[in-house]
């Protein structure tokens, strides 16, 4: 089976009349993004982002939207240990929503929020937090999992205009990265987007003054400065390489 939205098998909306005797058990780990080597991020997740993972631009045409690096090949998260734990300071919002997520409608303005229901912690035994109560209501955990919910679809949103900005300032340009692994492997990176520095300081003025108003300049330097993160990364994963040799 496809996998939807990169790690769900199976989203389908949560309901009381299908859902009313399962629980979710959760225990912290990340084996489901073992194959996952970018995800998408939030703009208010730039900064603690910035500190360790590489902030690019990814997609096509005038769909675009920020990612971070977690491998240099596809199909490797060097985030992700042998035990599924994650192996950073920082854990991208799009997993630790897992295994919700919201369905958005062609119209963009209905939101219904699914599970998958191939995720292993999924349980009618009452392991974990249950969905609803003995009554059919929300618990306070699917509230709590709806607010976080509607949380990462409003800054999505603000996301995406911050990407629209990018766009129509053409402050955009194709990028790639090449770097030697251990035993002397190179692999590439292509196919992602970054911002022109050049281009992003001759902004007239008065674009330059809104957009540090917006705090849309500060995700351009924060972005800029995580490119520096790709190295680090490089070293990180050619150490695993030669102590699993």
């Known amino acids: 089976m496809a996998k939807q939205l990169m790690i769900y098998e199976r989203a389908v909306p949560i309901s009381v009349e299908a859902h009313k005797k399962w629980s979710v058990k959760t225990d912290g780990t990340y084996g ?19 500190m360790e993972y590489t902030i690019i631009f990814a997609g096509e045409g005038d769909v675009v939207f920020p990612s971070v690096i977690l491998g240099m090949k596809e199909g490797e998260n060097a985030c992700v240990n042998e035990d599924g734990t994650w192996d950073g300071r920082y854990v991208p919002a799009y997993f630790r929503r897992y295994p919700f997520v919201f369905a958005v409608s062609d119209d963009q303005e209905t ?42 679809q ?19 340009e194709p990028a790639q990265a090449q770097f030697n692994l251990a035993g002397g492997e190179r692999t590439q990176l292509t196919g992602f987007k970054t911002i022109n520095r050049e281009k992003l300081r001759n902004l007239p003025a008065e674009t330059l003054a809104e957009m540090a108003k917006t705090d849309e300049l500060e995700l351009c330097y924060l972005h800029l400065q995580s490119l520096n993160n790709l190295t680090p990364m490089t070293q990180r994963i050619s150490a695993r390489q030669t102590a699993a040799a």
């Open 154 to 172: 409003a800054q999505f949103a603000r996301t995406q205009a911050f990407a629209k900005r990018l766009l129509s300032l053409d402050l955009l």
């Open 111 to 152: 939101f219904t929020l699914c599970i998958d229901e191939e995720f292993s912690g999924l349980n009618k035994t009452g392991k974990g937090e249950r969905l609803f109560d003995a009554d059919g209501e929300r618990t306070q955990y699917l509230e709590n999992v709806l607010a976080f919910s509607t949380e990462y």
């Open 32 to 50: 489901f993004a073992k194959d996952v080597n970018s995800v998408p991020i939030l703009a208010a997740e730039f900064a603690p982002s910035a």
